[in-house]
């Protein structure tokens, strides 16, 4: 009876820790990034919005788009793990900023853009650290008139 008492806890601390665990983390760290942030898209122009700031720009504003995928996303392949699914793309302004979207803001970027401005990465862990100084992080700083 204790054997499978222990071999249920394991499998329960397993489930929490190797699957749930990372999941949580990479879903407060998306939502911490685009928290009431607003991304609209209209007729190839792109409208963004984080606290009460906004910018917009086009396609001929952009330099590249980085993709942050995990593995399978890469490589379009059969998702194993529940994070797996989660990404995050930079957009790199020619102006020098760069804004960071996650696929709980907008799960369809990879489709939005020109391919020839995105770029692909291959990422273990697809959580947000720390990114370049100028990401439209301190954005109030960035786009003060």
């Not at 853009?113 to 992080?137: G, M």
């Amino acid at each position: 009876m204790n054997t499978v008492f222990t071999i249920i806890q394991v499998a329960l601390l397993w489930g929490v820790v190797g699957y749930l665990l990372p999941l949580l983390v990479l879903f407060f760290n998306y939502k911490k990034e685009n928290n009431k942030t607003i991304l609209e898209v209209i007729n190839n122009k792109f409208t963004y919005k984080k606290k009460n700031k906004t910018i917009e720009f086009s396609f001929s504003d952009i330099e590249k788009v980085v993709l942050n995928l995990s593995f399978p996303l890469y490589h379009r392949d059969i998702r194993l793990f529940f994070w797996d699914e989660y990404y995050y793309a930079e957009i790199k302004l020619k102006n020098g900023k760069s804004i960071i979207i996650t696929c709980l803001l907008c799960d369809e970027i990879e489709t939005l853009i020109p391919k020839n401005l995105i770029e692909r990465r291959r990422r273990i862990f697809q959580v947000i650290t720390k990114p370049d100084s100028k990401v439209v992080r301190n954005f109030s700083k960035q786009y003060d008139s």
